[in-house]
Structures are given as C-alpha cells and as structure tokens.
C-alpha cells in the first residue's frame, strides 16, 4: 500500500514538474517569439504607416529599413516602388510646372498677337488713306498726260495754221495768192480743224470723265422707277454703237423691280460695260452674244452682265479697276471706264461688283445693289 502511495506520490510530483516545465517553456517560447519577431512586426507597422501617409498624400519615404528574410525583400521592393513613384511625382510636379509656364507664355504671346493685330489693322487703315490719295495723285497725273496729248496736237495745228495764215495774207496783199494756192490753203485749213475739233472733243471727254471720277454725287437724282424698263431704255440708246457689229444682246427681268436709285449712275454702268465689249472683247466683224440677267433678290438688285468675247488676260484681272489701266494706250483707251464704274457701284449705288474672265471665255460682271437707297446713305456709310 505505501508503496502504491510512493507510486502516486511521485507521479503527482512528475505531473506537477511537467507542467511546470511546459508553462516555462510555453512562456520562453512565446518571450523568444517576441523577441524574435519584434522588428518584423514594428516594420510592418512602419510599412503600414508609410501606406497611410502615402494614401494621405502625406509625402512619400524614400526608404523602409526592415529585417532580414522575405520581410525585408518586401520591404525593398515597397522602398524601390515607392522611390520609382516619388521620382515620377516630381517628374509630373516638374512637367506641370513647365506646362503653367508655358501656358502663361501662350497668355503672353497672345497678348503680344492681339496688340501686333491691332497694329496692323491701323497700318492697313494708314495704307488704304495712302493708297487713296496715291491713287488719285495718280489719276490727276494721268488726266494731265492724257490731256497733254490733244492739247498738244492742237497747240501744233494751230501754230502751223497761224503760220499758213500770215503767209497767204502777205500773198494775198501782194496780189501774189492764186486760185489753186488758195484752194491748197483752205483744204489744209479744214483739216487743221478737224483735227483741233476732234483733239478738242478728246480733252473735253477727258475732263468730263475725271470730273465722273470724282463722283459729284449730288448731282445725279435719286428717283423711283422701274428698272428693267429703264434698263431696256439704256440698251436701246446703245444700238447706234452696236449696229455696226455682228453682236446680238439679250436682258431677261425676273420681276417688275421698283426702285428708288440713281438712274444716272445705272445706265453709265452699263453704257461702260457695253462699250468695253464692243472695244476690247471682239475683232471687228467677229459675231457676239452681249446678255444682261437683271434679278430681284430680297431687298436687293443683281445685276449679272456677260459678253462670250476674248476675255481678259489673268495679269491684267486685278488691274481692271485701277485708274488709267488700258490696253488700248494710244489707242482711244483711257482707262477710266472700269474704275468709274467700280466707284459708281460701290460708292453712289452702296453695292459690290465681282468681274470673272478666262482668255477666250468671254466676261462676266456681277453687281449687287440696294433696291432702295435713302438720301445721304452714302455720307452715313463715309
Ligand atoms: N469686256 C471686256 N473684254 C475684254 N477686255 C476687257 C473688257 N472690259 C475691260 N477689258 C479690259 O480692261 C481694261 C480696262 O477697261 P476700262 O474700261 O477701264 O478702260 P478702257 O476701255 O481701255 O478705256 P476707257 O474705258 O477709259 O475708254 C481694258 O483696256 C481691257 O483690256
Ligand atoms: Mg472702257
């Protein structure tokens, strides 16, 4: 009996040793285990935080120290993503600036655009004044030359009619004129003044065609009528000019059109336009089709004039309506027609005109024009 007691005893003695010796080992084991992963835990935390801050925009560690083993590779690899974003944010901080920047270059360089715009449009303003008066500087020297000419011939006719003159009366009051001599002088004598007439009536044109430049607006009357028939007037005061060519002309009239306009003005137009083709655009003899389509467009009137003659050289497309531009120089061409009828049409009847050609396909003329034009419209348009 004692010794099963002993038995026990020691058994008990055992059991109480055995867990003692688990619970120390349980508690070294987790005091090592603590110990051991101490760091690890504290770098994940740190890790976690630098996250946060990173999550929070709080910046961004460049680095995370960790322990050795696979903890430490992920925080490597955690270090090296990190430091590859802060260096592309930087990038991106750098590469916005350089965009503000040049945003406010852009700003700048506007500024500096609108203000060389506006500039210019002064100096273009200055240009079409220098222009102007350039142009008419150039239009009274030209009327000076072209008058020269005629007054010329006519001063030479003179003379030498003063000198024939003088000659036959000391012939006649020496008894010395016979028939024949006197027939040669007054033979001669007709001619001169011919001459003198027709160089006469030239500069007459002359002067009268540069006082058309300078449109005297007021001096030609505003009324109502009705277009087309004044307009078939005006062909049919042409026909003397036409009935020595082979041309046929032609208006059509969309409408009964009443205007209040110039009617002055409408038939210098279209007297010019005729008189062009017949001078420039046919041979003489050579068959022709001359047509005037006359349309009544909302308040506005377009006139649209063709001829199927020559045409006009793409060169001299841009030239047609300057001054004194001709290709007739010295041939009865002045060069006036086509500038008076860009300033009858712009200026006194408000309105725009387009001319298209192609050599050999003839010309076309468009205008367009108010209906209606009220008195001094044109000193309220400058
Ligand atoms: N219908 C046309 N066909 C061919 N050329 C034309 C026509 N109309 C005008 N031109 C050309 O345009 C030029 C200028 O015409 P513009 O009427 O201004 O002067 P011009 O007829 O030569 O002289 P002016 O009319 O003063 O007697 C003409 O010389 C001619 O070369
Ligand atoms: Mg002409």
């Known amino acids: 009996m004692l010794s099963i007691l002993l038995v026990l005893a020691k058994q008990h003695v055992d059991l109480a040793q055995i867990t003692v010796f688990s619970l120390l080992s349980l508690a070294l084991g987790y005091a090592t285990f603590y110990v051991l992963s101490r760091p690890h835990f504290s770098a994940l935390l740190r890790l ?3 996250l946060r801050n990173i999550e929070q925009g709080n910046g961004v560690a460049p680095s995370l120290e960790a322990p050795k083993g696979e903890l430490k590779e992920l925080g ?61 500087g150039g239009l009274v020297a030209g009327v000076a030359h072209e008058i020269n000419t005629p007054v010329g011939v006519g001063v030479t006719a003179v003379s030498s009619m003063s000198s024939r003159i003088i000659d036959v009366r000391n012939k006649y009051q020496a008894g010395e004129l016979g028939h024949r001599e006197l027939n040669d002088f007054l033979d001669n004598t007709q001619q001169h003044c011919e001459l003198l007439l027709s160089n006469l009536s030239r500069a007459a044109e002359l002067v009268s065609s540069f006082k058309q430049v300078a449109v005297d607006q007021s001096a030609d009357d505003l009324r109502e009528f009705d277009l087309g028939v004044y307009l078939s007037e005006v062909w049919r005061s042409l026909s003397p000019q036409l009935k020595g060519t082979s041309l046929r002309y032609d208006m059509s009239v969309n409408d009964d059109i009443r205007v209040f306009n110039y009617p002055g003005a409408l038939s210098q137009v279209l007297t010019n336009l005729v008189m062009n083709s017949i001078t420039h ?11 005037l389509d006359v349309r009544h467009d909302g308040g506005e009137v377009e006139l649209v004039y063709r001829d199927d003659g020559r045409g006009i050289a793409p060169e001299h497309l841009g030239q047609v309506f300057e001054p004194f531009f001709t290709t007739r120089r010295g041939r009865g061409g002045s060069g006036l027609g086509m500038h008076i009828v860009y300033n009858l049409v712009t200026g006194q009847l408000l309105g725009s005109i387009e001319l298209h050609s192609e050599p050999g396909c003839g010309v076309e003329v468009k205008i367009r024009f108010p209906a209606n034009i009220h008195p001094g419209a044109q000193t ?3």
Request: proline share 0%; glycine share 6%.
């Open 48 to 50: 976690a935080n630098t």
């Open 76 to 136: 490597e690899g955690l270090s090296a993503m990190l430091a590859a974003m802060a260096s592309r944010e930087a990038k991106f901080v750098a590469a916005q600036r350089e965009l503000e920047l040049k945003v406010s270059e852009v700003a700048v360089s506007n500024a500096e655009l609108a203000a060389t715009l506006r500039r210019l449009k002064a100096a273009q303003e200055q240009l079409v004044t220098t222009e102007k008066m350039a142009s008419l």
């Open 281 to 291: 655009g046919y041979e003489r003899g050579e068959e022709g089709h001359l047509q």
């Open 380 to 382: 309220e348009n400058g």
